[in-house]
């Protein structure tokens, strides 16, 4: 028996906008993170500010949605005729919050104890410890490949249910 999603179901259009520039943010922020980490100098600088400020509004509009999430209507979650698949559907999605919550968590950590935050504000780049020093930090990078895996996960079950179900459900999150 083969499951039929209302795909006219839409997120609400901040809910959508949310989600892409997030999205967005994600992409930019885990090989801004990769780079900054391999190079030295002010240069360095630079991209942990923009790494840091990206994290912050990254931060923000999360919050944003997870209000969003509990105060505004949204499509029923999927159905794929698989209990064990419409819990991971479920979980996958509230992953992406407790991880990004989690990765901020660790990123401000890491900033406090790592030296980043002196560092930023004498601009003086020997205020920061090594990489080996900031405990947050190791935690902070682990959370961030997570999320990478968890993104490929998402866009893979994505394109499981379009090629299973033929249904697209991409039509719920599309402005």
Do not use: C
Not at 57 to 69: D, E, N, Q, S
Not at 72 to 80: C, G, H, N, V, Y
Request: aromatic share 8%.
């Amino acid at each position: 028996m083969k499951t039929t999603n209302d795909l006219n179901q839409k997120y609400s259009t901040t809910t959508i906008a949310i989600h892409w520039v997030s999205t967005i943010l994600i992409l930019i922020l885990f090989p801004l993170g990769k780079y900054t980490s391999g190079i030295e100098g002010n240069e360095k600088l630079s991209l942990i500010q923009t790494h840091a400020l990206l994290g912050l509004a990254l931060l923000i509009l999360t919050l944003i949605r997870t209000w969003l999430f509990f105060k505004s209507e949204r499509p029923a979650d999927l159905k794929t005729n698989s209990k064990i698949n419409d819990k991971l559907i479920v979980w996958v999605h509230n992953l992406f919050y407790i991880l990004l919550f989690a990765i901020t968590i660790s990123g401000i950590a890491a900033m406090l104890s790592g030296g980043y935050v002196e560092a930023l504000e004498s601009q003086n780049i020997q205020h920061i410890k090594s990489e080996g020093d900031i405990k947050a930090l190791g935690g902070h990078e682990l959370l961030a490949l997570i999320m990478v895996i968890l993104v490929i996960v998402h866009i893979a079950g994505v394109i499981k249910h379009y090629i299973k179900n033929k249904e697209n459900t991409l039509k719920r999150i599309l402005p």
